[in-house]
Structure formats: C-alpha cells, structure tokens
C-alpha cells in the first residue's frame, strides 16, 4: 500500500521567506510525527500528533515554527522567517494506534530544505 | 533524559565480512529500541525493533541486534556484508510517551 508522501521533495528560499511543508501520513495511522534532520546528524524530534491533537511540541526550534493537522490526516510544518540554520531535511512519520509503546513509526522521504 | 550513543560514525567493511554496527543508550526504565536505515535521498526503512520480547531480534536484509540489559546496548549485526548494505544506519530509542530519541547515525561503506 502507499507509504507515508511529502511535498514538495526539495524546497530553496531565500533567507526571510516562509515555507509550508506537508505531509501526507499512512491512512488510519492516528500518530503523525515531524523530524527535523541536519546534515550529517540524526533526526531530532519537533513534534507530535494525535488525530487532530497537538500533544508534544517541545522539539520546535523556535516560534517561526508552527505544525497543524487540521483534520486528523494531512499535516503541514510551516517555517516562518526562514533563517540558514533551518536548513535541514525534514521528515515525516506516521505509526497506527496502539498502547504498548512499541509502534513502528513508517517515515516518509523527507523534504530538503535549503535557505539562502 | 535518554540518549543514544552509536559509536563510529564511519565502518568499513570487506563484501561477505562480518558486520558490527554499535549502539549504547540511557534510559532509567525498559525501552523500546529500533534500529533503522537510510539509503541516499530517501526516508528511514525499520529493519528490526526490540519490544521486550525476545532479546534477540532477527530483523529484514538478514540483520539481527541484541538487547542486553547489563551492558545498556543494542548492537547491530549482519554475517556477510552485501554491497548493497551500503547506507547510513541509525539507532534509536523511546521510552514512555511516543517520540523517538535517534543516534548520530553510522555510515556503513562496503568494499568489493
């Protein structure tokens, strides 16, 4: 079946600009994740979703970011005032219910991300 | 706080050597310990997870890991490197709540 999609896969701005990411999750996975990862590192964790519910944003780097998952299923991360630091790959992952802990997160391909 | 520790970030091997990719983690309670792979441009692919089940885990590819609880580790291991095992690996743990806590990654280079 179809995987976890995000657009666009490459994205250049210009230092000041806004960027909208989406993410377009496994369907009936209620968990939706954002990582961000910078070149050469592990992804680091921005935030988490819930269905519609904005449960942990503790990993959002600044308040230019911002994530929203309106109706439970798409999601978009959007970067406001991007600064070069912010370039990073960004990716997305999503993982069905359950309460054991042990959900495998699917992730998508990522979007590159990078800020002149 | 937990924290992953993979130490190398570079290992070179031999085609048909032995594979050995090392991962050491702190968490004060029993975690959930993945192991994931990341091929160029593209997203992480699980290929095996540790769910407090059995201690060793047979994941895809032919690779399995370990979980021992004495040395706080999580060791990544393949019999016979294939050249197309080439990729970066990443270790990665989760304790109570969801998010993943990931290593800084190892590159794995395989030489013909």
């Known amino acids: 079946g179809a995987g976890v999609s995000q657009s666009p896969r490459y994205k250049v701005a210009k230092r000041g600009q806004d960027v909208a990411l989406r993410c377009d999750p496994i369907s009936g996975h209620v968990s939706l994740f954002w990582y961000q990862q910078a070149l050469g590192q592990g992804p680091e964790f921005l935030t988490y979703?819930?269905?519609?519910?904005?449960?942990?944003k503790s990993g959002l780097p600044s308040d230019r970011f911002f994530a929203e998952r309106p109706e439970g299923s798409v999601s978009t991360l959007k970067i406001q005032r991007t600064q070069q630091e912010d370039s990073a790959v960004y990716l997305c992952?999503?993982?069905?219910?359950?309460?054991?802990?042990?959900?495998?997160?699917?992730f998508g391909p990522g979007t590159r991300l990078l800020v002149l | 706080a937990q924290s992953v520790t993979q130490l190398g970030s570079h290992v070179s091997v031999s085609e048909g050597a032995l594979v050995l990719l090392r991962c050491n983690y702190s968490?004060?309670?029993?975690?959930?310990l993945f192991w994931y792979v990341q091929y160029p441009n593209q997203g992480l692919q699980l290929l095996l997870k540790?769910?407090?089940?059995?201690?060793l885990v047979k994941g895809i590819n032919g690779f399995e890991a370990e979980f021992k609880k004495s040395e706080t580790s999580f060791h990544l291991t393949k019999p016979s490197a294939h050249m197309s095992d080439a990729a970066e690996y990443f270790c990665?743990?989760?304790?109570?709540?969801?998010?993943?806590?990931f290593g800084g990654g190892t590159r794995l280079m395989v030489k013909p």
């Open positions: 979703f819930q269905n519609e519910a904005q449960l942990d």
């Open positions: 992952a999503s993982s069905e219910p359950g309460l054991g802990g042990g959900e495998t997160q699917y």
């Open positions: 990665a743990v989760k304790e109570a709540g969801n998010l993943l806590t």
């Open positions: 540790y769910t407090s089940a059995a201690t």
């Open positions: 968490s004060s309670v029993p975690p959930y």
